[in-house]
């Protein structure tokens, strides 16, 4: 459940305010305040949340100890939804209109199956009283103070939606995803190329084709670039090496692995999703790059200063799906924990730095130079 053992899923935020030098009581305080069951917080489908320890479902101790490991504030999001069993609803329905309908000679009137209906509902709430109906979900967060960003261990929008505003209540402070458009302004930032981004259109690899994207929202949305990061690296790793030389002069040996989804920019030609050790080698991944298609998803496995980690990367949101990271060698829980912590540092740093020598090509002059060897190695291959 934490982020502290198996693989691990997050969608990366950066929480805004000033930042936190060093983690205590008052974070800690703030947590135990707005645990689950200490309010109802009101949701449109009646759902109850609230943060947990970590340690399990039920856990709602939180100290010091336990809860800020390696400069992190560690604990987790709890979503509590009643799910009633449909078929379990029509069954006691069906009951009820057995016994307010006993004339066989007709059908039974509207009036009598909205109260069969309100008495099967009324039965099953009042079971669910006991609990018996209800579905525990627990999200994992882990709030660095070193990066200022705030990792939660989930890729969906319908979770991502509960804990921004239970951060904000929380820690008075807001969330902003780290998505490949704004990560994209974030380090064009810091190397003066922020008018680049903003200047950046959805490349058509296709020639005499657009670059439309069905799947940005608006014109001032980059994360189109997630996707061409993800063909850029394929075809870097196909033409060239699977060893890329990264913007700090360390290298990092790249694989795609295991999947690959692909989806037509247009919403023309649909999906497709491969499964293989390399599906970046398929046939199939090649026509379907040659009839427009984009990837969506990619599994990767990275190896840089000789840590390895297999994941899948999304890319527009650049979350992580399923991360497999080296096994600890510390013997001791807490030192486990903490070097953990540093792994995943270490594999966030690795994908912003990869990502960093895709937007160096990107927004660079010679952009054009390399689509168009993209270009040609997309029509060779047909």
Not at 31 to 46: C, M, N, P, Q, Y
Request: net charge neutral; with cysteine; charged share 30%.
């Amino acid at each position: 459940m934490s982020f502290f053992s198996g693989r691990i899923t997050c969608t990366r935020f950066r929480v805004s305010g000033r930042a936190v030098r060093q983690f205590g009581e008052e974070q800690v305080e703030a947590l135990a305040r707005h645990a689950i069951g200490k309010r109802r917080v009101a949701t449109a489908d009646g759902s109850a949340v609230g943060w947990i320890g970590g340690d399990h479902i039920l856990d709602t101790r939180f100290d010091l100890a336990k809860n800020i490991v390696n400069d992190c504030l560690q604990f987790a999001l709890r979503i509590d939804t009643q799910k009633i069993p449909s078929d379990l609803l029509r069954a006691y329905t069906q009951e009820e209109l057995d016994a307010l309908h006993d004339d066989a000679s007709r059908p039974p009137g509207v009036k009598v199956k909205r109260e069969a209906r309100a008495r099967a509902r009324q039965r099953l709430e009042t079971e669910a009283a006991d609990g018996r109906y209800l579905r525990r979900v627990a999200v994992p967060m882990l709030w660095d103070s070193q990066s200022g960003e705030l990792l939660a261990g989930t890729t969906g929008i319908s979770a991502l939606d509960r804990v921004l505003p239970m951060f904000r209540e929380t820690f008075e402070r807001g969330l902003e995803m780290l998505t490949a458009g704004t990560q994209a302004f974030q380090q064009a930032e810091a190397r003066e190329q922020s008018r680049h981004v903003d200047d950046a259109k959805p490349t058509g690899f296709i020639a005499g084709r657009d670059g439309s994207v069905v799947w940005v929202p608006d014109d001032a949305n980059r994360d189109f670039l997630g996707n061409e990061f993800l063909l850029w690296l394929w075809h870097r790793l196909e033409n060239e090496a699977d060893e890329v030389t990264l913007i700090d002069n360390s290298k990092v040996t790249v694989m795609m692995s295991r999947s690959l989804a692909l989806e037509c920019p247009l919403g023309q030609t649909g999906k497709q999703s491969l499964l293989s050790e390399g599906p970046g080698r398929l046939p199939e991944a090649h026509r379907a790059l040659q009839a427009g298609k984009l990837p969506r998803k990619a599994g990767l496995t990275l190896v840089r200063h000789d840590q390895q980690y297999e994941l899948t990367l999304h890319a527009e949101s650049l979350a992580i799906g399923g991360a497999k990271l080296p096994v600890p060698e510390a013997l001791e829980e807490r030192a486990r924990h903490e070097e953990r912590v540093t792994q995943i540092r270490h594999l966030l740093e690795t994908l912003d730095l990869l990502y960093g020598a895709f937007l160096e090509a990107r927004l660079g002059d010679g952009w054009g130079k390399e689509l168009k060897k993209i270009r040609q190695w997309l029509k060779e291959a047909e």
